[in-house]
């Protein structure tokens, strides 16, 4: 029986990060979604929690949420 590789992909080849900030105006809706250009979630999170200027936001890479951060938290 064959393993199956990390990123999940025949090949072993892994799917390059998508990272993206949705914004939250004060009703709850979206306001915005900015793609990020960076190479894992630490990073990520970082540049999220600095573009929330007061507003909610949430972090997600291509389908997978990985975390949310309000505008009170910045």
């Known amino acids: 029986m064959s393993e199956i590789p990390q990123g999940g992909l025949p090949g072993g080849t892994e799917t390059p990060p998508s990272y993206r ?3 939250f105006d004060g009703d709850g ?3 915005s979604s ?3 250009p960076v190479h ?3 990073a990520a999170k ?3 929690r600095r573009m929330c200027n007061g507003l909610s936001a949430e972090l997600w890479d ?3 949420y990985i975390d949310r951060f309000d505008g009170d938290d910045t």
Request: charged share 20%; proline share 6%.
């Open 40 to 42: 894992n979630d630490e």
């Open 62 to 64: 291509g389908l997978r």
């Open 21 to 23: 900030v949705l914004l």
């Open 46 to 48: 970082a540049v999220a």
């Open 34 to 36: 900015v793609p990020i």
């Open 29 to 31: 809706k979206v306001h």
